[in-house]
């Protein structure tokens, strides 16, 4: 019974402990938020990313065409270089201390990278609850001006290779609704 409470009390002051130091959410990585978001009736939100060149585009930093681009700017690694990465993998620098064990940067502009990091809001009765999901870390889109200006954070002339950036059609390749229920 002692070694029961010793236990209990130790699990208490490790759950505080983690709360206090920890708070800051982490980025679990698409694989977690596809076992949710694959099948048909959920919207198969996955498949279309994967379809994507969100999925693609840290891949696109060890092409031919990106050292190019990166020798010009005297950048030797366009795959290290936070000056490529800021843009084809999670859109600003983040610590590494926040990625989880199942976060992998070689996924691109993921999930996480327009919805914010997951560890908060990833269980089921969250996700449900939309409010609570904002409260626990999901990103808010108030309309779509809010989503093409988020769009255009990466979407602009700062981009070595950009031409123009219409939201309305741009959105339409990458758009993933939850179908409606009758
Ligand atoms: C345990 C299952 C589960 C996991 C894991 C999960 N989701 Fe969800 N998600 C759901 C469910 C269920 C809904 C609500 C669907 C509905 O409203 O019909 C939802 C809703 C959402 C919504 C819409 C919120 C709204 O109401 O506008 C977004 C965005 C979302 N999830 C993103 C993610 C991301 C990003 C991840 C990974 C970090 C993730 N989800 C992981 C189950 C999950
Ligand atoms: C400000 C954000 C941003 C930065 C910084 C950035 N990129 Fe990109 N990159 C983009 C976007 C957005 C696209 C998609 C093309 C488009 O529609 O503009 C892209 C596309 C590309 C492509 C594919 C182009 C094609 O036509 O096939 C390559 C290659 C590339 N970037 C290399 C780089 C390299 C190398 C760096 C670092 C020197 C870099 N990018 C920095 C945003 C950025
Ligand atoms: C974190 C930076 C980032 C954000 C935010 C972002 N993108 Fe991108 N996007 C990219 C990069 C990088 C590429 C190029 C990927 C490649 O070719 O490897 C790209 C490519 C694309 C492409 C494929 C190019 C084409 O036109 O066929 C579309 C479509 C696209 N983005 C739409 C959007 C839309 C819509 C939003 C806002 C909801 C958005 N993106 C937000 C970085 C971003
Ligand atoms: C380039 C940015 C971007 C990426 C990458 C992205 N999303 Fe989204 N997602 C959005 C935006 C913007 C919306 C629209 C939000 C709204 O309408 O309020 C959205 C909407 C959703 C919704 C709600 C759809 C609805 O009908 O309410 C779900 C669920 C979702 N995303 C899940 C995911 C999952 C899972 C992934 C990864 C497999 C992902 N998203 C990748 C930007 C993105």
Redesign the pocket.
């Known amino acids: 019974m002692r070694k029961l409470t010793m236990i209990l009390t130790l699990i208490a002051v490790l759950i505080a402990f983690q709360t206090s130091v920890f708070s800051q959410n982490k980025y679990v990585g ?1 694989k977690v ?2 076992m949710c ?1 694959s099948t048909e009736k ?2 198969k ?2 498949d ?3 379809k ?1 060149k ?1 999925s693609q585009a840290y891949i696109t930093l060890t092409t031919d065409k990106a050292m190019e681009i990166a020798k010009a700017k005297g950048i030797a690694n366009p795959a290290e270089a936070k000056e490529c990465l800021e843009c084809h993998t999670l859109g600003k620098t983040v610590d590494a201390s926040q990625f989880d064990s199942k976060f992998d940067i070689k996924d691109g ?3 996480e ?3 914010g990091a997951g560890s908060g809001y990833k269980t089921m009765p969250v996700m449900k609850d939309k409010a609570k999901a904002i409260a626990a870390g999901l990103t ?2 108030k309309d779509a001006g809010a ?1 093409e200006q ?2 255009r954070t990466c979407h602009n002339e700062k981009s070595p290779t950009f031409k123009d950036f219409v939201f309305s059609e741009r ?1 339409e390749k ?5 179908p409606k229920s009758e």
């Open positions: 698409r938020c596809s978001h959920a919207g939100q996955a279309i990313w994967q994507s969100h502009v993921q999930c990278t327009c919805h808010e889109f989503i988020w769009c959105w990458i758009k993933h609704p939850i």
